[in-house]
Antibody, heavy 117, light 111 residues
Framework: EVQLVESGGDLVQPGGSLRLSCAAS????????MHWVRQAPGKGLEWIAY????????HYADAVKGRFTISRDNAKNSLYLQMNSLRVEDTAVYYC??????????WGQGTLVTVSS | QSALTQPRSVSGSPGQSVTISCTGT?????????VSWYQQHPGQAPKLIIS???KRPSGVPDRFSGSKFGNAASLTISGLQAEDEGDYFC???????????FGTGTIVTVL
């Protein structure tokens, strides 16, 4: 069974940092492109970061470029999101998502990041 | 990175059909056959129900169907059922700069 389990969400002050992790199981993690997608409370979905299977190609949404860093460890079947210089508007549930043919076929349950003073 | 435009809400009685539109531009919806649709129930993660404009993943009922014409895509739910209530989001590949853009989301209500 495919599973994606996020962790690391927390309450953090504006300007702070947080590192999210996603543990993958039930599939060959090293052969899939991966993404982070977020959803602010009561709002829609927002794609924020992508990483190729080898980690050699990375893309970010403009809203997080320069502040967030996506990475992966295929040996540990894990995806990460390092978030720096956090803003109130970064408050959201962050989902770890697997990509197939330009779609997102499996989602984790999400981890909540709250940025507030 | 502007979101794709969806109606805020649609509703229908059990057994009826509803259609949700998803309007973009030639740089996203109109430029690629990579439109997908997601269903989200309260407190749950989104679930893929349509990929590549009109393909249904295994296990998705055939009352869900997708289409695209020009810069707009559509999701039709035929034979509406109570469990179809929820939020629906479209998503399109948008090229190597923007990568992916989601729709604004549509609330489906079964009357």
């Amino acid at each position: 069974e495919v599973q994606l389990v996020e962790s690391g969400g927390d309450l953090v002050q504006p300007g702070g940092s947080l590192r999210l992790s996603c543990a993958a199981s039930g599939f060959t993690f090293s052969t899939y492109k991966m993404h982070w997608v977020r959803q602010a409370p009561g709002k829609g979905l927002e794609w924020i970061a992508y990483i190729y299977i080898t980690g050699t190609v990375i893309h970010y949404a403009d809203a997080v470029k320069g502040r967030f860093t996506i990475s992966r460890d295929n040996a540990k079947n894990s995806l990460y999101l390092q978030m720096n210089s956090l803003r109130v508007e970064d408050t959201a549930v962050y989902y770890c998502v697997r990509e197939t043919v330009c779609d997102f076929d499996f989602w984790g349950q999400g981890t909540l990041v709250t940025v507030s003073s | 990175q502007s979101a794709l435009t969806q109606p805020r809400s649609v509703s229908g009685s059990p057994g009826q059909s509803v259609t949700i539109s998803c309007t973009g531009t030639s740089s996203d919806v109109g430029g690629y056959n990579y439109v997908s649709w997601y269903q989200q129930h309260p407190g749950q993660a989104p679930k893929l129900i349509i990929s590549e404009v009109n393909k249904r993943p295994s296990g998705v009922p055939d009352r869900f169907s997708g289409s695209k014409f020009g810069n707009a895509a559509s999701l039709t739910i035929s034979g509406l059922q109570a469990e179809d209530e929820g939020d629906y989001f479209c998503c399109s590949y948008a090229g190597s700069d923007r990568l992916y853009v989601f729709g604004t989301g549509t609330i489906v209500t079964v009357l």
